[in-house]
């Protein structure tokens, strides 16, 4: 009889551990107790050690830590395929923004996410990084469906429904983080939106906030030529410029997109120990450019990888754009080996998890941190034969290969599916609403 104190035994043909060593590991075992990796140790000797746990044999299986989606807008899941074949300022001025000035709400906000955590959960994302309105509303489905979420304090410099100003803003954000204190799969960031919706007061303070809060600043920059141009106008200064002005570039910041860089900004980004979010399938899909991911790898700089909302992207594929990342550096650099097949999943993994400030708990497979896992089915008949099991993930495995997923060692999806009837249930029902929501977009 097995009860919820009994180690369970992962044994797969491969482990990625990711840290300390970048290497696969063959005839080995992940031991879980409760919600931490207990062991990674040789197979023999772990079945020695737990003598009672409840052993899952994988067979052709490739476990890695769960990846981290380092940037999306979970609830926009329901604007998939609005303003498709837009520039990226006409796409949010006459598309998105006023569709969420009628829309977007605790109910819209709480669909969404609910919709975007299964789609992630299911490509094998254990966590997500989130910038959105009503972030109380995408915690709730986070919890539902057992994803990690490290949640926005947006703030942005226009009224919404959720707020009026920069400090209604900031205080619901913090009071929802002060709500949220101990729960295991809630984390928080600090999310102005980007530097041309957020006056430079706001930046500071946001600053301010994040040294004596401890927590990472999480904003789109630089993510078109002409945000620079507008910035140069107005500021006159770049964008990353004045975020360095108000304090910013610091070892908190995520910038998101960070598509137009030159030298001295890339230098500035790893002097000042910051990260970038990368999203290249929004970047493409939107023709805001290709950021200079060589130049930045070269500097030192930690690069994640996100999906970006499925409004401008339109998937929640986060292996799929980790293909497309590491083929567009190739590419655009000249250079093969640039990002090889090992370091993609450290950007998904362990550097996304530094870049959050979770990297003692999530982002490898150790003992004593939470066990967020994915067990990717290597055995299909279009991955054969597997010389390399780390190579066939990134080049050519797809999120239909994800099998298993455990987040915090719960194991949210079983054989592909969702693991909880509950959740299954709750998708159902938002699934359901899913033309009433539709209906609603057509004729806003």
């Keep these: 009889m097995t009860t919820a104190d009994t180690p369970l035994l992962l044994a797969p043909t491969w482990i990625a551990p990711v840290a300390p060593a970048n290497g696969v590991l063959t005839d080995h075992a992940i031991v879980i107790r409760g919600s931490r990796i207990e062991a990674l140790a040789p197979l023999s000797v772990a079945r020695n050690n737990y003598p009672g746990s409840s052993e899952l044999a994988l067979p052709g299986h490739l476990i890695t830590p769960g990846l981290i989606n380092l940037h999306t807008h979970a609830a926009m899941s329901l604007l998939r395929g609005v303003g498709d074949d837009l520039p990226l300022t006409r796409w949010l001025e006459e598309k998105i923004w006023p569709a969420e000035a009628r829309l ?58 959720y707020a009026s100003s920069a400090g209604e803003y900031l205080r619901k954000g913090l009071e929802l983080r002060d709500a949220c204190a101990g729960d295991p799969l809630l984390s928080f960031c600090l999310a102005p939106h980007a530097p041309y919706t957020v006056d430079d007061d706001t930046l500071r303070r946001v600053a301010v906030l994040a040294d004596e809060l401890d927590l990472p600043v999480h904003i789109h920059i630089h993510e078109t030529a002409g945000e620079i141009d507008r910035s140069l106008s107005q500021h006159g200064v770049r964008p990353l410029a004045r975020l360095d002005r108000a304090g910013l570039v610091t070892p908190h910041l995520i910038g998101v997109h960070a598509v137009h860089l030159d030298d001295d900004e890339i230098g500035l980004l790893a002097s000042r120990g910051a990260a970038v979010a990368h999203c290249p399938h929004s970047n493409l899909k939107l023709a805001s450019g290709i950021a200079p991911i060589a130049r930045l790898l070269d500097a030192g700089v930690t690069v994640g990888i996100g999906t970006d909302g499925s409004a401008s992207n339109n998937r929640l594929d986060l292996l799929a754009e980790a293909r497309t990342a590491t083929l567009l550096a190739k590419g655009a650099s000249g250079r093969a080996d640039i990002w090889p097949a090992a370091a993609v999943l450290r950007s998904l993994t362990l550097d996304a998890a530094r870049a959050l400030g979770l990297d003692r708990c999530i982002g490898s497979i150790e003992p004593g941190k939470q066990a967020d896992l994915v067990a990717f089915d290597l055995d299909a008949s279009e991955l054969q034969p597997v010389f390399d099991p780390l190579t066939q993930l990134i080049y050519s495995a797809g999120r239909e290969h994800v099998a298993e997923v455990w987040v915090d060692g719960q194991h949210v999806v079983k054989m592909r599916q969702l693991g909880s009837t509950d959740a299954a249930r709750t998708l159902r029902e938002v699934v359901a609403r899913i033309p009433v929501w539709q209906n609603r977009v057509v004729s806003a």
């Excluded at 709480?110 to 975007?116: F, M, P, Q, S, V």
């Excluded at 989130?130 to 410099?157: K, Q």
């Design 104 to 161: 977007a709400g605790a109910d819209f906000v709480a669909d969404g996410a609910l919709l975007a955590a299964h789609e992630m959960l299911r490509g094998g994302v254990t966590t997500f990084n989130d910038m959105y309105f009503f972030p109380e509303a995408t915690a709730s489905a986070a919890r539902t469906l057992g994803i990690r979420a490290a949640l926005g304090i947006i703030v942005i410099g226009f009224p919404t429904a």
